[in-house]
């Protein structure tokens, strides 16, 4: 399903920005809403974040001001208000932004059925609701699915992509699309109250605000405190009136509801709203009046009671994201990557989300500070059994190489390094901050290979990537571009494909692991290796197309031999993007695991394959991928009759025949 007009159904406080979001990536979009000022609100709104977006622009001098003007008029021209649905006829996907009540959702799931043609997907921005009791209103309920955007629309980057229990799998992966081509990052999940972001950090945010009940604690020591301790973005308080109290206070009262009293609601928050004080919204008045807090608590923050509040949240924040890990509701990246882009923790700042965070400190550290906290402050501390189990694994993060994500052992300084663990070689991709694959990488990824096959120990090879949220974001297109000569140009894209061949022709079996989005040069990277591990969070794709221009390192030979012609057409064509389920599906990834076993299993098929005899392999390899079938037979012949005369053929029948292990001597 592709999204070729959109419809957003409510245009309040996100409908206006989310029809904003829509139109800026040059979508069509109708905004429906039950009153004629409601829709002028919400056009007023576009109008708004969009002159706010160009005005920017242009006093960075990159657009000029008419262009500015032409711009507006042509986003805003993309918008149509309504407050019917005789427009919602031929729309692919309507965004739900109606208030957060289960009956007008019900009500309203039932008219954009009957209103909108069978293949839309009706998508709800629900911040707690069950997207399977709205999807059993209609004919459809595979096509509903959740589309969480943050507050506001217009700036935060994060949407969280909900799965009910009746939501298809294409469905999601529509949906994650159209999140990509609208410029958002997606997140894939479970239906569970509070889905990732808010779960988590309403979770730990309330550890903070007991502290500060409990210990009548002044708010603006708290927030000054927080802020200074590289915990979170801002202050909790300070981010509460400006979000909204009755907001936050309606999802704090539903979340403890949901899962008991491990999450808290601020007393003094209850009373502000009760009192109509609800923080920038309602003028000014919230936690803060006139900059002064507006909560009882006196106490001062000194350094130990600092250091416990940053302790407080970001333990609190590892054992709810483990328990969203343990339940099957979301990956260990998403989980990270939805803390990054939905709550502000940016690893540029300093700030980390929770799995990345706890690998930097050492999960020895971290489960040794919740046992103390789970004595001092009770169970809801108690360590999640999966940090144990890493623990117990030696598993203790960064400084052990392998935690929640991998870390390559070696030093240096080139953008693929090589580290030797028993005969396998791992080529760690680094060339933050996407892994783009340049110039410099696949000349240092030869230099990798040219040292692998020399060793003579190292039998096989895994591709990972050193950094946790990225594979490789493709070709760095402009490196390339400012390439001093043409023919050094030519020459490089030729070594390139030589090297791309050798790693599906060698002796030296290849592995990637692929732990997050690996499009363009990095998809073809991963398919020039002999196997895929996927990592459940994985996501492939060749969006060249996107470009105007199509893949270059044989995104067009090697991945339909992998999926089959039409899916690779597909992919190639239409640039959209793949995720691990149906990449397994369609035989693009060999094997699919939870993230945090990515590294183990990778090793485990690059030691399998290593322990093959070489020259076998080598022939299988360079026998298996003729393009014609005569060709290919006539070619796996001439190897088969090499492998079953050599040395090895003859240890390995004989092996066999005598119940031993074979001697391998790659002759
Ligand atoms: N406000 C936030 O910070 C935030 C963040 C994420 C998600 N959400 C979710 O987004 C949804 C909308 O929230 P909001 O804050 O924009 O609410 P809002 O009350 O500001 O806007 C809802 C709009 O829907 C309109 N509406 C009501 N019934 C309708 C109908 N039958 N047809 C068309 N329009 C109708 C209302 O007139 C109003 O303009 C909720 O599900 C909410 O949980 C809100």
Not at 367 to 387: C, D, N, Q, V, Y
Not at 475 to 486: C, E, H, L, R
């Amino acid at each position: 399903m592709f999204v070729s007009k959109a419809a957003v159904l409510g245009g309040g406080t996100m409908g206006g920005e989310i029809a904003q979001v829509i139109a800026a990536a040059d979508i069509p979009v109708v905004v429906k809403d039950i009153k004629q000022e409601f829709v002028d609100a919400a056009l007023d709104k576009s109008r708004e974040v969009t002159k706010g977006q160009l005005d920017k622009l242009v006093s960075k001098e990159k657009l000029t001001q008419d262009a500015a003007d032409a711009r507006l008029d042509e986003v805003m021209g993309l918008i149509t208000g309504a407050t019917d649905y005789a427009d919602f006829g031929d729309v692919d996907i309507v965004i739900e932004a109606v208030p957060e009540k289960m009956e007008i959702k019900k009500a309203v799931y039932k008219e954009i059925d009957e209103a909108t043609p069978g293949h839309a997907i009706l998508a709800s921005n629900t911040s707690s609701l069950s997207i399977t009791e709205m999807g059993r209103e209609t004919l459809r309920p595979d096509k509903v699915v959740g589309f969480h955007f943050f507050f506001p629309a217009s700036i935060m980057p994060l949407v969280e992509i909900i799965a009910g229990e009746d939501t298809s799998r294409e469905t999601v992966t529509a949906a994650f699309n159209f999140a990509q081509t609208i410029k958002k990052q997606g997140i894939t999940c479970g239906e569970v109250p509070g889905f990732v972001v808010n779960r988590i950090l309403n979770s730990a945010a309330g550890e903070v605000w007991r502290k500060q009940e409990e210990g009548s604690l002044s708010i603006k020591a708290i927030d000054e405190a927080v802020a200074a301790s590289n915990t979170s973005p801002m202050g909790p308080f300070v981010l509460i009136d400006m979000l909204g109290l009755d907001t936050v206070l309606h999802v704090a009262e539903y979340l403890n509801e949901s899962y008991g009293d491990s999450f808290y609601v601020h007393k003094g928050m209850q009373k502000l709203v009760a009192d109509g004080k609800l923080g920038m919204k309602s003028g000014g008045e919230g936690f803060y009046k006139d900059g002064e807090p507006n909560v009882p608590g006196e106490g001062e923050v000194d350094e130990a009671t600092g250091t416990e509040l940053s302790d407080l949240f970001v333990l609190k924040s590892l054992v709810e994201a483990c328990k969203v890990l343990e339940e099957g509701v979301c990956t260990v990246r998403e989980i990270d990557l939805g803390m990054m882009a939905g709550a502000g923790l940016d690893p540029r700042r300093g700030l980390f989300p929770p799995f990345w965070k706890a690998d930097l400190e050492g999960l020895d550290v971290m489960l040794e500070k919740l046992e103390r906290f789970e004595e001092s402050h009770g169970e809801r501390f108690a360590p999640p059994t999966i940090l144990k189990r890493m623990v117990a694994q030696g598993r203790l993060g960064l400084k052990s190489g392998h935690g929640f994500y991998a870390y390559p052992q070696v030093e240096g300084e080139g953008t693929v390094k090589l580290e030797k663990r028993g005969d396998v070689a791992i080529a760690w991709l680094a060339n933050p901050p996407m892994n783009a694959i340049s110039p410099q990488v696949i000349e240092d990824l030869g230099k990798v290979w040219e040292e692998v096959k020399a060793d003579g120990e190292l039998k096989s090879m895994v591709v990972y990537s050193s950094l946790p949220v990225v594979f490789s974001a493709g070709a760095d297109i402009k490196a390339f571009t400012k390439m001093d000569s043409p023919e050094k140009g030519a020459k490089l894209i030729d070594d390139g494909h030589s090297l791309l061949k050798e790693l599906g022709e060698s002796s030296v079996s290849t592995v990637a692991a692929v732990n997050a989005i690996a499009y363009g040069g990095g998809c073809e990277l991963s398919m020039a290796c002999d196997f895929r591990v996927a990592a459940e969070s994985a996501v492939f794709g060749q969006p060249e197309i996107n470009l105007g221009i199509i893949p270059g390192f044989g995104g067009t030979q090697r991945l339909p031999r992998l999926v089959g012609q039409s899916k690779a057409l597909e992919m190639n064509l239409t640039g959209d993007a793949v995720l691990a389920p149906e990449a397994r599906e369609y035989g693009l990834a060999d094997d699919l695991v939870p993230d945090e076993q990515l590294f183990d299993v990778a090793l485990s098929w690059a030691r399998k394959l290593g322990a093959q005899a070489p020259l076998a392999v080598e022939e299988i390899k360079r026998r298996s991928n003729k393009g014609d079938l005569d060709d290919g037979i006539a070619s796996e012949k001439e190897g088969f009759a090499k492998v079953f005369q050599s040395e090895d053929g003859k240890e390995g029948i004989s092996a066999f025949l005598g119940k031993r292990q074979p001697r391998w001597k790659g002759k």
